[in-house]
């Protein structure tokens, strides 16, 4: 719903100068990631960081993994927006899908002042950078 919705709207067309198409799944995600209850985990922090050049599924660690979160699909779609444009704070931080704390745009050394949203597959690629004003 929420890439239909951004289709509608127009804000999904990275060659007019706005976002990419798959950008609206990563803020998505994080989204979700970022609850104060999470409805997702984030899988990063399950893997083994001495493995970092093989991905090996932590399928043990996720298998206990349970939302508390008791929140209606509704409820979670008016949160999202209210969490991307009132809640997050674009200038100072970063979406990032493989930590689930807050992640700043001085800690991934970035001088941008608008949206930031980590490649997931490429960590120094900000999926943002191609955004005209």
Request: with cysteine; charged share 25%.
């Amino acid at each position: 719903a929420f890439r239909y919705w951004a289709s509608v709207v127009r804000m999904d067309r990275q060659a007019e100068g706005t976002l990419p198409p798959h950008t609206f799944a990563i803020l998505l995600v994080y989204f979700l990631q970022q609850q104060t209850k999470p409805v997702l985990p984030c899988i990063h922090e399950y893997l083994d960081p001495s493995n970092e050049d093989v991905y090996i599924s932590p399928v043990e660690g996720l298998a206990g993994w349970r939302t508390q979160n008791k929140m209606s699909p509704a409820e979670l779609w008016i949160e999202l927006f209210a969490f991307l444009s009132i809640g997050f704070k674009s200038v100072e931080l970063v979406v990032s899908i493989k930590k689930s704390g807050m992640l700043t745009n001085e800690e991934k050394q970035w001088k941008t002042k608008r949206l930031a949203v980590e490649d997931p597959f490429s960590c120094k690629r900000n999926l943002c950078r191609s955004i005209q004003a």
